[in-house]
Each structure stands twice: as structure tokens, then as C-alpha cells.
């Protein structure tokens, strides 16, 4: 069910009333609108789901060897301060039979992101999705992101990177499965 602007709207001239500001003068006088507006994207991983993200864009392919996709932009918002993390994510995994459209896993990405999220747990959904939809042999993801609550706030630490991975099947089970997909996303890019 998509979120009523309305409410946001006014919920969001109560919040500018409370943190000391006037919602009538000029710059602020649509940005309870905007925000309703970009609160709303920007949770609408909510009202999506897996299978209509991927719409069907699975190909099959009978080769065992690993895929790898770096360097997917991504951008979430943290669930204990509603501030952004954003940065990198790489995802490989070891297909059985069936492979990815191209741009199907960055879709996968933002349909998980686009909520609010723990880097941890963004992780671990994205990796069980990928493995549930085409039933991997195995599957490795890795976040790198930066949180905006840490660098803005609390520690102030402005270059510290959270990173977080996750594996499953033979990533999980197999070192040297496990320590290819590492090297392949660690390896500077080209
Ligand atoms: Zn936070």
C-alpha cells in the first residue's frame, strides 16, 4: 500500500514546527510536499517483491563457473536514525543451471535498499534472494558503505567504511570457492 502524502505532509510541518523553524516562509513552504515525495521513493522496496523486480529476465546457461557484478551504487537509509548509508555493493555467485539479466541483480539491490535497512541485514537478503531465484550452487555478497548517522553524529568518524558480507551454499561450505569470490572483488578494477 503506497504511504499517504498527505499525512507525511502534515506530519512533516509538525516535525519543522518542533525543531524551531517557521514552515510558512518561503523555502520551506513545499518542502513537507518534497519530503513526503522522497520519503516515498525512497521506501519503495517496500512495495515491491522479488519475482516482479526480476520479471522473468533469467537465462539458462550450463556453465558452473563463478559471476561476478562489482561496484553496484547503492543507497539505503539506516533504521535507528533514518539517515542515508550509501557506497558499494558486489555480489558473485556460482549459477546451476540459470543466470541473471545484466541489470536484474542492481535492481535486486535498490528493491532491498529501499528500505529502512541494517547494512548486516541488506546483506543477507540480498544474498538470499539471489540464491532463491536461481537456485545457486552458491552465493557471495559484499557491502561496503559509508553511514551518514556515524560521520554526521554520535562518533563523527568521517572515513570509517562498514563492511559486510554473506555466503551461502558452496561459498559457504568451500574455502577456496569462498576466497576466489574475495579476490575477484577485491581486485582493483581495471
Ligand atoms: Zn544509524
Do not use: W
Not at 23 to 28: A, I, V
Not at 50 to 78: H, P, R, W
Not at 97 to 110: N, P, Y
Request: hydrophobic letters at 45%; one cysteine or more; a positive charge.
Amino acid at each position: 500500500m503506497k504511504p499517504d502524502t498527505q499525512k507525511i505532509e502534515v506530519l512533516v510541518r509538525q516535525l519543522l514546527l518542533e525543531l524551531g523553524e517557521d514552515p510558512n516562509r518561503e523555502g520551506l513552504v513545499k518542502t513537507p510536499l518534497r519530503v513526503a515525495q522522497a520519503l516515498t521513493f525512497l521506501t519503495n522496496g517496500y512495495r515491491a517483491d522479488v519475482k516482479q523486480v526480476i520479471n522473468n529476465a533469467l537465462f539458462t546457461q550450463d556453465t558452473g563457473g563463478m559471476v561476478i557484478v562489482k561496484d553496484i551504487e547503492m543507497y539505503s537509509m539506516c533504521e535507528h536514525h533514518m539517515l542515508p548509508f550509501f557506497g558499494r555493493c558486489h555480489i558473485g555467485y556460482i549459477p546451476n543451471g540459470k543466470v541473471f539479466g545484466v541489470s536484474k541483480l542492481a535492481r535486486l539491490v535498490d528493491m532491498f535498499a529501499r528500505r529502512l535497512q541494517l547494512q548486516e541485514r541488506l546483506t543477507e537478503q540480498i544474498s538470499r534472494a539471489v540464491m532463491d531465484s536461481i537456485d545457486a550452487s552458491g552465493v557471495g555478497v559484499m557491502i561496503e558503505a559509508r553511514h551518514l548517522c556515524m560521520m554526521m553524529r554520535g562518533v563523527e568518524k568521517q572515513n570509517s567504511t562498514m563492511v559486510t558480507s554473506a555466503v551461502l551454499g558452496v561459498m559457504r561450505e568451500n574455502l577456496a570457492t569462498r576466497e576466489e569470490f574475495m579476490s575477484l572483488v577485491c581486485r582493483k578494477s581495471a
